[in-house]
T-cell receptor, first 117, second 111 residues
Framework: GAVVSQHPSWVICKSGTSVKIECRSLDFQATTMFWYRQFPKQSLMLMATSNEGSKATYEQGVEKDKFLINHASLTLSTLTVTSAHPEDSSFYIC?????????????FGQGTRLTVV | RKEVEQDPGPFNVPEGATVAFNCTYSNSASQSFFWYRQDCRKEPKLLMSVYSSGNEDGRFTAQLNRASQYISLLIRDSKLSDSATYLCVVPRGGSQGNLIFGKGTKLSVKP
């Protein structure tokens, strides 16, 4: 099946620094990828939709200048958490969908657990 | 009505029990629906897709009621390994529409 690879799987950073998370589609081209965030005991909350070759679309309440998204190729989207603070500590996960007749299954990366200290 | 709303958990059931979860959605135009399973600290994995009235895969049955705008997931003969959080997922809209996740229902199957 299709695979989405996310890296790193976990990261600890100091408050005020930036962290980049990569999301790659390994055996298919993804014009659109999605970035989610999940706090403990909460559901996945969509942060933004990453579009190859154009600007990302952010959900209401998500700061686009803080969460920078770059989707420079059909197989790679990156999320950079800038000037991270402890409240940004969360589980970040990307996904991509393969659209074929009747199939809109989403494939998820393994997730990145970010801890800001 | 929220975009996607699920039964609050947790569901604590003994092995072998039958358990059902419900999920309601607000967008009457939605055509496809999904149940994902998420284990603790892991990414969600697709359990079942629902495109018409329902779908069945072994011990798992998903049913769709468009008139009432709800989807259900039935698990028969529960196994210990079924313990997880089950997420109801509905595309927001359009062929490239992003997926909206319910808060999830936690299932714990006990010996």
């Amino acid at each position: 099946g299709a695979v989405v690879s996310q890296h790193p799987s976990w990261v600890i950073c100091k408050s005020g620094t930036s962290v980049k998370i990569e999301c790659r589609s390994l055996d298919f081209q993804a014009t659109t990828m999605f970035w989610y965030r999940q706090f403990p005991k909460q559901s996945l909350m969509l942060m933004a939709t990453s579009n190859e070759g154009s600007k990302a679309t952010y959900e209401q309440g998500v700061e686009k200048d803080k969460f920078l998204i770059n989707h420079a190729s059909l197989t790679l989207s990156t999320l950079t958490v800038t000037s991270a603070h402890p409240e940004d500590s969360s589980f970040y996960i990307c996904s991509a969908r393969i659209l074929s007749r009747g199939n809109t299954e989403a494939f998820f990366g393994q997730g990145t657990r970010l801890t800001v200290v | 009505r929220k975009e996607v709303e699920q039964d609050p958990g947790p569901f604590n059931v003994p092995e072998g029990a039958t358990v059902a979860f419900n999920c309601t959605y607000s967008n009457s135009a939605s055509q496809s629906f999904f149940w994902y399973r998420q284990d603790c600290r892991k990414e969600p994995k697709l359990l079942m897709s629902v495109y018409s009235s329902g779908n069945e895969d072994g011990r798992f049955t998903a049913q769709l009621n468009r008139a009432s705008q709800y989807i259900s997931l039935l698990i028969r003969d529960s196994k210990l390994s079924d313990s997880a959080t089950y997420l109801c997922v509905v595309p927001r809209g359009g062929s490239q529409g992003n997926l909206i996740f319910g808060k999830g229902t936690k299932l714990s199957v006990k010996p």
